[in-house]
């Protein structure tokens, strides 16, 4: 079962080499390594360069933003199941195994698998876990639906039943491929091992909330996507509906509803 691996690489040269080494590093011999770089300047793409054999193909050339950067790299991925990590995110060891498995047990029945990780630091330091929940359109419309992206893999097949990234989509391309994908038809299975990384820290996308410049736009790409799911604007009972869905992501997942406990109370709940 070949995994075709897109990343997209733009100016992370201090992260980028961690990120490579996780794919490199999977101890799975069927991959197909592909990134994406539209114009580096930090160093990005003389590691690249160095690790030049390990890449099945490398896009040296503009793009109109991620989204269309990961447009590109998936065209020349030809595996059987799909995933992407960004230049500053990383694969947990054995995660590629881990998935293999469970397609392989579950290909009749499931086309996206998608599992828990950790939000680690700028010197790789976990900060915390990170978990998954139930995954539906409606929960997601409502802001109650978490699925991990360096967690998540998918069928070819599925993929392309899809139009792939939406490129006008420039904060949160991952949702909008993830509502695609269930439109079309896939079927979603969380798993409860701990697959992948994000990182945070100053300037990552993520990493500084609402005095990030992306911020206002993300709102509006949100509230996009969730019109698109429901079909109309926000209503006044979508908060308690997003607090029912919280409510049962708790009783859904007792690893989740442990640790958030054992943080309140200072102690280990695993």
Known sequence: ????????SFNQARFLEACIQSVLNQNY???EYIIVDPGSSD?????????????????FEKDEG?????????SYATGDIFCYINSDDIFLPGAFQT??????RLSKKVDVIYGNGLYINATNEVVEKMFSSYFSLRRLALGACSVIQQ??????????KTNGFSVD?????????????????ARFKHVPESLGCFRIYNESSSGSGISNP????????SRRISDRILGRPPAMYDPLMKGIYHLDKYLRHPMTTSYKLGKLFGINLG
């Open 99 to 104: 998935v293999a498995n469970y397609f392989s």
């Open 214 to 221: 992306k911020y206002y736009q993300y709102l509006i790409d």
């Open 169 to 185: 989509n420039r904060t949160c391309w991952d949702r909008e491929l993830l509502v695609d994908l269930a439109i079309a038809g």
């Open 43 to 59: 160093g990005s793409r003389e590691i690249i360069k160095r690790h030049s054999d390990s890449f099945s193909h490398i896009l």
């Open 1 to 8: 079962m070949k995994i075709s691996i897109v990343t997209i």
């Open 29 to 31: 011999g069927d991959i």
């Open 151 to 160: 967690a998540t893999f998918f069928k070819q097949e599925s993929f392309h």
């Open 66 to 74: 991620p989204a269309d950067g990961l447009n590109k790299g998936f």
